[in-house]
């Protein structure tokens, strides 16, 4: 799980496995495609200096 601000609802939301679709390899870590709580789909950069809990 990690924090993601939704682009579109705005809101800063936990986000859960089950909420991702799709992870790719970046430069930075990782590129996580994923819906929000509020049904957007969002693309997001986790870093790899994140946090892991």
């Known amino acids: 799980m990690f924090v993601h601000r939704c682009?579109?609802?705005e809101r800063r939301e936990l986000i859960f496995a089950d909420?991702?679709?799709g992870l790719e390899a970046h430069e930075d870590g990782f590129r996580v495609h994923l819906t929000c709580w509020c049904g957007?789909?969002?693309t997001a950069v986790v870093t790899r200096?994140?946090?892991v809990v």
């Open 40 to 42: 957007a789909q969002q």
């Open 49 to 51: 200096d994140v946090a």
């Open 7 to 9: 682009t579109s609802c």
């Open 19 to 21: 909420q991702l679709h």
